[in-house]
């Protein structure tokens, strides 16, 4: 089977097509994840930003608990460590 110019040029724009797939697919994971890193990076922000202003409004541990519970979503445990965490912050 004899190759005419024309055959490589199809089986050459077909494989460019292919490695622009790969890296488009490849671009838009790592978008993706850099998107899930700052939208969680974020989360983190909002949850200090809201204990610290709880505290700035004479808020005891306990009721901050329920807050963190009721508005994040935070167990008790993890409300626990948040807390003393930004206590630390504040000394």
């Known amino acids: 089977m004899d190759l005419s110019s024309e055959d490589v040029k199809k089986i050459i724009s077909e494989g460019s097509k292919?490695?622009?797939e790969l890296l488009l697919k490849s671009y838009?994971?790592?978008?993706?994840?850099?998107?899930?890193?700052?939208?969680n990076e974020a989360i983190q922000i909002g949850i200090q930003n809201t204990v610290s202003s709880l505290y700035d409004a004479d808020v005891d541990d306990m009721n901050i608990i329920c807050i963190l519970n009721?508005?994040?979503?935070?167990n008790r445990d993890e409300?626990?460590?948040l807390i003393a965490f930004e206590k630390k912050l504040l000394r």
């Open 18 to 20: 292919t490695v622009g």
């Open 28 to 39: 838009k994971n790592t978008i993706n994840q850099e998107g899930v890193r700052a939208f």
């Open 70 to 74: 009721k508005y994040w979503g935070i």
């Open 79 to 81: 409300a626990i460590k």
